[in-house]
């Protein structure tokens, strides 16, 4: 079992950055794909980022390709979403979470419910 922490979320303005960061309690990240979703109020929580969990292959959400990127340290322990050039629409509570298992295609990795494990989330909020 893995015990997932996000920080990093905060206000921003348009344009600006933010770098996510999701902590691994009590174990490391080797075994799982990771991903990176978020849910805006009165909506569905949607797929934003994944990656192997070997580190080999990355998926993004057509919304987050070429703004964003996910990445992990290399004591596979933290894993990270940097986000640039932010706009109002991706205002949200962003979560991370690991699915356990080895998988590598984009429909394995991207729903929500495939996850086992979810963090509590962190508020991204930009404002216009």
């Known amino acids: 079992q893995v015990q997932l922490v996000e920080s990093g979320g905060g206000l921003v303005q348009a344009g600006g950055s933010l770098r996510l960061s999701c902590a691994a309690s009590g174990r490391t990240f080797s075994g799982y794909s990771m991903g990176w979703f978020r849910q805006a109020p009165g909506k569905e929580r949607e797929f934003v980022a994944t990656?192997?969990?070997?580190?080999?292959?990355?998926y993004y959400a057509d919304s987050a390709k070429g703004r964003f990127a996910i990445s992990r340290d290399s004591a596979k322990t933290t894993l990270y979403l940097q986000m640039n050039s932010l706009k109002p629409e991706d205002t949200a509570v962003y979560y991370c979470?690991?699915?356990?298992?080895?998988?590598?295609?984009?429909?394995?990795?991207?729903?929500?419910?495939?996850?086992?494990?979810w963090g509590q989330g962190t508020q991204v909020t930009v404002s216009s």
């Open positions: 990656m192997t969990g070997n580190g080999g292959n990355t």
């Open positions: 979470a690991a699915r356990g298992g080895y998988y590598t295609t984009y429909d394995a990795l991207s729903p929500p419910s495939k996850y086992n494990y």
